[in-house]
């Protein structure tokens, strides 16, 4: 049980156009998610939380409108990159917190990741 | 705050060697502690866990054990293989449900035939 499904495993896409990655809790729902960004050799930097029905509460540093996070049902958040450049280049990964299990003792749940390539 | 130390990588191992993958750990009470595991180019997995002091989590022959006295949760296995080529990160787990994980560094193992 437990599984994140995380949507595309990659994507390359054209500087200035916008991005959308998905991410899907199939077997429970998910209270919180979590995004992560990890550059190559380096650990994951987290990026936001979100919590389903509310806004997304962004880690310092992280540009809340370019990095657009949903999170609309118990099941699905969704990260859209906008306007991407090379730079926003990198590999994007997903977490979720069961909402019936208490996190402290569960761990969370991750995504495969997305690698996004901008040209 | 909260804070993880892991030991630097990349660590190069011949098969069937002996790994060690230091970890301790700075925290306000008693978290839970977890090891998780990145094969290149997916996610991370969760390898194992401890959710109290001297318990010792266990999974595909890697085991940690929760030293509350040194702050610490060492990763161990006694034999790798090929396979157990992977980045390696131990995480203290977060204070309530839906708070978020504190990752270490992460500690990439090469093992070679």
């Known amino acids: 049980g437990a599984v994140v499904s995380q949507h595309p495993s990659w994507v390359i896409c054209k500087s200035g156009t916008s991005v959308k990655i998905e991410c899907r809790s199939l077997?429970?729902?998910?209270?919180?998610m979590f995004w992560y960004r990890q550059f190559p050799k380096q650990s994951l930097m987290l990026m936001a939380t979100?919590?389903?029905?509310?806004?997304?509460?962004?880690e310092q540093g992280v540009e809340k409108d370019k990095f657009l996070i949903n999170h609309a049902s118990l099941t699905l958040s969704t990260l859209t990159v906008t306007s991407a450049h090379p730079e926003d280049s990198s590999f994007y990964i997903c977490?979720?917190?069961?909402?019936?299990?208490?996190?402290?003792?569960?761990?969370?749940?991750f995504g495969s990741g997305t690698r996004l390539t901008v040209v | 705050g909260d804070s993880v130390t892991q030991m630097e990588g990349p660590v190069t191992l011949s098969e069937e060697a002996f790994l060690t993958i230091n970890c301790t750990y700075t925290?306000?009470?008693?978290?839970?502690l977890f090891w998780y595991v990145q094969y290149p180019g997916e996610g991370l997995q969760l390898l194992l866990k401890?959710?109290?002091?001297?318990d010792k989590g266990s999974n595909k022959g890697f085991e940690a054990t929760y030293r509350k006295e040194t702050t610490s949760f060492h990763l161990e296995k006694g034999s790798v293989q090929v396979s157990d080529s992977a980045v390696y990160f131990c995480?203290?787990?977060?204070?309530?449900?839906?708070?978020?994980?504190?990752f270490g560094g992460g500690t990439r193992v090469l093992v070679k035939p």
């Open positions: 977490s979720a917190s069961p909402q019936a299990i208490l996190g402290a003792n569960y761990g969370y749940t």
């Open positions: 077997d429970f729902q998910a209270t919180t």
């Open positions: 979100s919590n389903e029905g509310s806004k997304a509460t962004y």
């Open positions: 925290a306000t009470g008693y978290p839970s």
């Open positions: 401890a959710t109290k002091a001297d």
């Open positions: 995480a203290l787990g977060p204070k309530a449900a839906g708070n978020k994980l504190t």
